[in-house]
Nanobody
């Protein structure tokens, strides 16, 4: 199983970026797919999640109204559209998969598979 994250970069405050997470090696028809981020010196934190089946979405309060998680079943890809970016959004962003899909959790340890991370830097 591989998760390939991409789309990070440098953007000014107020700008937008779209992250992608391409899944391969198995189907995730019942998985919960999540995005987490980790800033320097801080713990990894939950950003957003989506149930592959049904498409229910969940967000951290800090990104609600600015970020949108979505999926493309045909491409086996999950996206994170990030708008109105702030300097405090600067972090390495990771996509993750919980194949069981039983519940949506914000705990990194509940996710079995992780992408390699993509750096998002927001300048003020």
């Amino acid at each position: 199983v591989q998760l390939q994250a991409s789309g990070g970069g440098l953007v000014q405050a107020g700008g937008s970026l779209r992250l992608s997470c391409a899944a391969s090696g198995r189907t995730f028809s019942r998985a919960v797919m999540g995005w987490f981020r980790q800033a320097p010196g801080k713990e990894r934190e939950f950003v957003a999640a989506i149930k592959w089946r049904g498409g229910s979405t969940y967000y951290a309060d800090s990104v609600k109204g600015r970020f949108t998680i979505s999926r493309d079943n045909a491409k086996n890809t999950v996206y994170l559209q990030m708008n109105s970016l702030k300097p405090e959004d600067t972090a390495v962003y990771y996509c993750a998969a919980d194949p069981s899909g039983v519940v949506v959790t914000t705990t990194p340890g509940s996710y079995d598979y992780w992408g390699q991370g993509t750096l998002v830097t927001v300048s003020s």
